[in-house]
T-cell receptor, first 114, second 109 residues
Framework: NAGVMQNPRHLVRRRGQEARLRCSPM?????VYWYRQLPEEGLKFMVY????????ESGMPKERFSAEFPKEGPSILRIQQVVRGDSAAYFC????????????FGPGTRLTVL | SQQGEEDPQALSIQEGENATMNCSYK?????LQWYRQNSGRGLVHLIL?????REKHSGRLRVTLDTSKKSSSLLITASRAADTASYFC?????????FGTGTRLTIIP
């Protein structure tokens, strides 16, 4: 049973470009969470999604950031017009439907904005 | 705002010694969890303690929870070089985890 998969593991973008981060949850998991970790800090919640629904996006910046979890395929975190401050590690976690307090984390995508 | 605050921020001990890290939080919780993160890597779930539990053990790990003081501690006994990592507490509420700032633990061989 593969764990949570994220790709790419490392992503370099220039200011103004778009970044797309992908997350495939563990098999059988229908809940996905995205967290951001700035250097030397803890993880900060961004968004919680179930298939085709955004449940809680209270941690998402109001502009340039969006997330989706379609019926088929991975969850996507999209950052438009990236700025240097977006440089961070972005972690995805998944959980089965009933026990959302146990979240399984992926290896993260490290985004560097030049 | 950060829910959890760990202290110390950094801790260096000799291999074989015990390491204790503390975490304080602000609001009521369903449970509190501890994670380990090796440098540049993802998070590894260590242990979960529910709000009605006071102490929990897992191998060399011992976690305590004091809901009246809104604090938790993680004890790693007989430390090993492989325990070198950052350790984060996270509180679970409203379907999401809120992480603390972490303690960076270094085990000196």
């Amino acid at each position: 049973n593969a764990g949570v998969m994220q790709n790419p593991r490392h992503l370099v973008r220039r200011r103004g470009q778009e970044a797309r981060l992908r997350c495939s949850p563990m098999k059988g998991h229908s809940h996905v969470y995205w967290y951001r970790q700035l250097p030397e800090e803890g993880l900060k919640f961004m968004v919680y999604l179930q298939k085709e629904n955004i449940i809680d996006e209270s941690g998402m910046p109001k502009e340039r950031f969006s997330a989706e979890f379609p019926k088929e395929g991975p969850s996507i975190l999209r950052i438009q017009q990236v700025v240097r401050g977006d440089s961070a590690a972005y972690f995805c976690a998944s959980s089965p439907g009933l026990n959302t307090d146990t979240q399984y984390f992926g290896p993260g995508t490290r985004l560097t904005v030049l | 705002s950060q829910q959890g605050e760990e202290d110390p921020q950094a801790l260096s001990i000799q291999e074989g010694e015990n390491a204790t890290m503390n975490c304080s939080y602000k609001t009521s919780i369903n449970n509190l969890q501890w994670y380990r993160q090796n440098s540049g890597r993802g998070l590894v779930h260590l242990i979960l303690i529910r709000s009605n539990e006071r102490e929990k053990h897992s191998g060399r790990l011992r976690v305590t929870l004091d809901t009246s003081k809104k604090s938790s501690s993680l004890l790693i006994t007989a430390s090993r070089a492989a325990d070198t990592a950052s350790y984060f507490c996270a509180t679970f509420g409203n379907e999401k985890l809120t992480f603390g700032t972490g303690t960076r633990l270094t085990i000196i061989p």
